[in-house]
């Protein structure tokens, strides 16, 4: 019957196009086509500027060192995150501080996020997981008291708008990813946001050399090579084309297995958005109590699922690099609960009703 992947890209023909007239062009680092991406981003969340760099960690490393965070200082992450969140703090020098996250929004719990607070914190940088929305009035007023930065982790936010303003906007920095399994791909690749002046030419100097343009041999400032391509851009321009088609398959996805499981309500949860976030359902994911039970039986009917991201705190390779600022109830509940369905914009109804009906049958037992 075949096998069904959590996640896959849409990449078809419309690729090629592009691709071939950036091979015609002979300009294969950043020229026009990347500054066509940078234009469409900022067209799409509204931001003044956006500087594609090569992949999502090191757009949040770029934010940090803009915001001069290094050495003795502290930023406060989730602690349910992919783990580049806070490697990228690691990297710039800092050291990250791991919070408890809530349900409602998987985000930081506000509770303890003002805990997490000392003299040393320079920057609180909310993800905004699962193509939900993290609350950042809440945030942006506690930043505001403290005198805090805030960077937020958008990397699986594309499209994601959060009280009419999409995410990655509100903070003073923030990014966007383009890895392989996001809503859409350019292979690898970032991209940071921001609407100040200052920190775009920070940035931009921190990804380009330390310059602040090519084809000059004078560096005013340390940098580094975390450039983007033309053959990047061809492909995300692509999938920039398609963005709007793949948001509503996206939707109409998780509303079919939402409708389609109702009855498993009390086994099987499914994660809601906020009133005030128009969300990207990157993911469907859902909770339940069964999870490696019902993640095995999918597996041996050729479905693949995914588990949530391991929390940061239980992470083998972090004894000695973070600080834990919280006890963790809610985010080690989410892993234990949580699993995402096949969410590829490619998955046809016929694969769908295939992993419902693995699902209503393994409740029925």
């Known amino acids: 019957m075949g096998f069904i992947p959590q996640i896959e890209p849409w990449i078809d023909d419309t690729a090629l196009t592009y691709l071939k007239r950036v091979i015609e062009s002979t300009y294969v680092t950043e020229h026009e086509f990347t500054q066509e991406f940078e234009r469409r981003l900022c067209e799409l969340t509204g931001a003044k500027h956006a500087i594609a760099v090569c992949n999502g960690t090191a757009a949040l490393f770029c934010c940090l060192k803009a915001l001069d965070i290094g050495i003795g200082d502290e930023v406060i992450v989730p602690n349910l995150t992919f783990i580049a969140t806070a490697n990228a703090v690691l990297l710039a020098g800092a050291t990250p501080v791991v919070c408890d996250i809530k349900r409602d929004d998987l985000s930081f719990d506000l509770d303890k996020l003002e805990g997490c607070i000392s003299s040393r914190t320079k920057a609180i940088m909310p993800v905004h997981l699962y193509g939900f929305s993290a609350d950042m009035k809440s945030i942006l007023s506690l930043a505001e008291k403290y005198n805090i930065k805030v960077i937020e982790d958008a990397a699986q936010g594309v499209g994601v708008f959060h009280k009419e303003k999409h995410v990655g906007t509100f903070g003073d920095l923030g990014i966007l990813s383009f890895y392989g399994n996001k809503t859409i791909t350019c292979g690898e690749g970032g991209v940071i946001l921001t609407d100040d002046d200052e920190l775009r030419e920070k940035c931009y100097r921190l990804k380009n050399h330390g310059r602040s343009k090519k084809g000059v041999f004078v560096h005013d400032s340390i940098g580094f090579n975390f450039c983007f391509t033309e053959l990047q851009a061809a492909v995300g321009l692509s999938q920039l084309d398609k963005l709007p088609q793949i948001i509503k398959g996206k939707k109409d996805i998780r509303d079919g297995y939402v409708r389609s499981l109702s009855n498993l309500r009390d086994k099987l ?71 995402s369905l096949p969410s590829s914009y490619m998955l046809t109804w016929g694969e769908q009703e295939r992993v419902i009906d693995g699902i209503i049958k393994f409740f029925e037992k």
Request: proline content about 8%; some cysteine.
């Open 269 to 339: 949860e499914p994660l809601l958005p906020q009133e005030d976030t128009l969300p990207v359902y990157w993911f469907t994911s859902f909770l339940t109590p069964y999870k490696a039970e019902l993640q095995k039986h999918l597996s041996d009917m050729d479905i693949q699922t995914r588990d949530f991201f391991y929390p940061l705190d239980m992470q083998p390779c972090y004894d000695n690099n973070i600080v834990r600022g919280s006890s963790f109830e809610e985010s080690h509940a989410l892993y234990s609960f949580g699993l």
